[in-house]
């Protein structure tokens, strides 16, 4: 079965930039697509972005347009997340996982965005 392990979260502040990390055990060529999603407390685990087994098709969300992007290094069976620009409204814990049937989710890292 195949897990998820995220990294890179931390506290940053509004317009600053982070790279999360996911590493993947397991093939992940066996994954048609994965997602990054995030959550906060008292909400639903929402997707931010997802990529496809060959990353040829990427989608994102709104508010993810233009500030994220997502990637894959599948010589390292690891997948990323590019922040740019963060806003305050993207303090969350940030998990990854397969798209659109989620496996079992990690720990997640947690993403602040704070003056």
């Known amino acids: 079965q195949v897990q998820f392990v995220e990294s890179g979260g931390g506290r940053v502040q509004p317009g600053g930039s982070l790279r999360l990390s996911c590493a993947v055990s397991?093939?992940?060529?066996?994954?048609?697509?994965m997602g990054w999603y995030r959550q906060t407390p008292g909400q639903a685990r929402d997707l931010v972005a997802r990529?496809?087994?060959?990353?040829?098709?990427?989608y994102y969300v709104d508010f993810a347009k233009g500030r994220f992007t997502i990637s894959t290094d599948r010589a390292k069976n690891t997948m990323y997340l590019q922040m740019n620009n963060l806003e305050l409204e993207d303090t969350a814990v940030y998990y990854c996982?397969?798209?659109?049937?989620?496996?079992?989710w990690g720990q997640g890292t947690q993403v602040t965005v704070a003056s």
């Open positions: 996982n397969a798209y659109p049937e989620p496996s079992d």
């Open positions: 397991g093939s992940i060529f066996s994954l048609g697509y």
């Open positions: 990529i496809s087994r060959d990353d040829s098709d990427t």
